[in-house]
């Protein structure tokens, strides 16, 4: 791949696949933002943690709420302190700087070495939000009027921003971003992941539990469908309870680990009784 | 013939801009794509698409694009000749040569042969192999630890095979999706207002804060107008018979709808397979429990966004006959396309939403139906996407002529 000394191929704890790290590292040559996209719990915050760890970065998160606003990430300037200063004459508010305290971004900017700056989940914050930061994101630098200073960025950090999709992120954003989808991880996959969390599992009962595990995933109408993390507690309760893996595909035990919403387990069931019916376009009953 | 690929994707529906290409470029230039082919796959994925919607058009663009570009045991000939094309432009630095001296052309087209063998015997897709092991990469950093590794287990797909598999189909925002996206299509149903007129009673916060600092300390309190969403709606919904096999569909978007809370007025009324005097309170659609539709037209404003909700195939007569309605004990003295034009008339936006997909809708029995009933009210199927191009044409008025 790229003859970037820096090439990002995983951690130890985290495992990636090939098109994960291509993006990793073709965002990381381009130096631009890469955008994350994927199920919850396929490993997208663990992701910037991995690549921080593997460069030997250090790793500033930036987690957006709702109610998070770009310049906050920026940074904030704290006038009720200052307020406060100037009325009860404890120090000196002449000094504007010291009100000045920054943000998340602000703060990768600031720092001596490269960082790996992750703003998780993005699509919680308002539609403008991304907007809003696509000049700072662009230039790396920004301008702080209240004391006339441009803060600019000593090393570009490495900028991983992950989505949950909630919210559609407006085109320009979009088109400054390298994307990335990560898809759920397929039975070899996610067998690798499992033998990091689990080194020591029985042979029998991962087959038995992993063939569940996606016969489960597959059935279309179960609304969430569990996801890495759901597996890895269900080995860990399957293990704990000492299940015996014969018993697996046809007891389904501790499948609320798996199932967390009444309804899936409703359709579990129907689909188990044989009751699932068949819907076809071209069958018009037309009875009442 | 790169500049032919934008245009490729263009026409597979991709949202490419320019700018997006010149990075593609720059990245090419910057050796980003190891010029393999399915390098260049991923490094085009990750720069031109934005969405994992688009993953299957890109794979449908890419694959036609590219269908030509063979696997391996097709096209060994044309192999040789890149192989002998790429190798003399290489610049081996001193480090390359120390890693890789044994390994002489003759030698690196003997593991190459050896290797494709392997492919044409388990009959997988090996570009792969000819992607790092043909083209540059091969020779370039030859046995190169990565190089191994990316060529190394289960990856050897051809790009072209990669992305024939259209693994990313399901993401398709054409195809049905659950409750959230709906809920995200009809967030975009909205028009905010601070009406001009209106009070101003919600305080400010940050420029009240801002303007007391500016005044060194003395309070002075900013007002704003609050922001309301000013859309109203009136859903109707089917509940006949042939509904059933779309209740989960209809259900996910009723509770879509519902969910929704910013719309300023909700209304929702059901219907048995056509629109006549009665508007009903649930789905038995019994005489019990209803508004008239004529009450609905009287009062109602005409600012209501109107979606109707129903697969709009029905027996011939129920759409045009007086007395048509499926209901014994009712009788209708206006025949139903009358209602729905007056309902189309009274609301300029309105959309009908039909759960069939669009490809039946020409050839299937209610066909015909459909086809009336879709000259008199836009008509989008009930998908993501379909509600996404429903709610733009509620946002604007679309003149579609009414008889």
Known sequence: MSASLKAYQGSSGYIVSDELSNSVNIAISLKKPLLIKGEPGTGKTMLAQSIAESLDMDLIIWNIKSTTKAQEGLYVYDTVQRLYDSQFGESDVSNIKKYIKLGKLGESFGASQQVVLLIDEIDKADLEFPNDLLWELDQMSFYIPETKETITANQRPIVIITSNAEKELPDAFLRRCIFHYIAFPDPDTMESIISVHHPKLERKLLEQAMETFYMLRNIPDIQKKPSTSELIDWLQALVVGGISPSKIKKELPFLGVLLKKNEDLDVLLNQLQGKGNARNPNVMGRFR | MFTNFFYTLKNYGMPVSLNEWQSLLE?????????????????GRAMLVKTEAHYDRFDMAFSSFFKDIETPEGLPEKIWEWLNKEMPEVEVTEEMRRNHQQLDLDELKRMLEERLKEQTEEHHGGNRWVGTGGTSPFGHSGYHPGGIRIGGESRNLSAVKVAGMRRFQEFRTDETLGVRQFQMALRKLRQFTTRLDGARTELDLDATIDKTCDNAGRLELVWNRPRENA?????????????????????????????????????????????????????????????????????????????????????????????????????????????????????????????????????????????????????????????????????????????
């Open chain 2, 27 to 43: 990245a090419l230039e910057a050796g980003l794509a190891g010029s393999s082919l399915i390098g260049f796959y991923y490094l």
């Open chain 2, 231 to 403: 859309i109203k709606v009136l859903l109707l919904m089917d509940s006949g018979g042939s509904m059933i096999s779309y209740s989960r569909l209809c259900n996910q978007l009723f509770t879509a709808v519902n969910r929704t809370a910013h719309f300023k007025d909700l209304k929702v009324f059901y219907f048995h397979n056509c629109l006549y005097d009665w508007m009903f309170h649930d789905t038995h659609c019994s005489l019990n429990d209803y508004t008239p539709t004529d009450y609905i037209l009287n009062h109602l404003s005409s600012d209501y966004r109107v979606i109707i909700v129903g697969d709009a195939s029905m027996a011939l007569y129920e759409l045009m006959r007086p007395g048509g309605i499926i209901d014994w004990e009712l009788y209708n003295q206006k025949p139903g396309i009358e209602w729905l034009s007056m309902l189309r008339r009274k609301f300029e936006y309105s959309v009908w939403l039909n759960p069939i997909p669009r490809k039946y809708w020409s050839w299937m029995d209610g066909s015909y139906t459909i086809k009336k009933i879709a000259e008199i009210f836009p008509m989008e199927e009930l998908t993501v996407d379909g509600l996404d191009r429903a709610i733009k044409s509620l946002k604007s008025r679309k003149a579609i002529s009414v008889g």
